[in-house]
């Protein structure tokens, strides 16, 4: 499976972004997906995720309200709409693809990851 990201780059605080991962190379498709962010010297945390079909999602708390993750399973691809971004979602941000059974959003449990994007608010 390969995960390709896209959409990052550089923003003011109070900006919005869309970030973009397009799934392929798959002969069934992932089961749940999310995004997770690493900042230098902190750990990789969970952004969003979404279980396949787009039913249940889960969000980390600080982005709470602000982000939106959504799947579009035509395109095998899976959104984040990011708003009123501050300085502390300066991170890089990747995608991720499970494949087993379900058992948490830790990113353990992922995969498949993409090489990630970018994401800098000043």
């Known amino acids: 499976v390969q995960l390709v990201e896209s959409g990052g780059g550089s923003v003011a605080a109070g900006g919005s972004l869309t970030l973009s991962c397009v799934a392929s190379g798959y002969t069934s498709s992932p089961k749940y997906m999310a995004w997770f962010r690493q900042a230098p010297g902190k750990k990789r945390e969970l952004v969003a995720g979404?279980?396949?079909?787009?039913?249940?999602?889960e969000y980390g708390d600080s982005v709470q309200g602000r982000f939106t993750i959504s799947q579009d399973n035509a395109k095998n691809t899976v959104l984040l709409q990011m708003n009123n971004l501050q300085s502390e979602d300066t991170a890089m941000y990747y995608c991720a693809a499970g494949a087993g059974p379900f058992c948490g959003w830790s990113p353990r449990r992922f995969n498949f990851w993409g090489q990630g994007t970018q994401v800098t608010v000043s």
């Open positions: 979404v279980m396949s079909g787009g039913g249940r999602k």
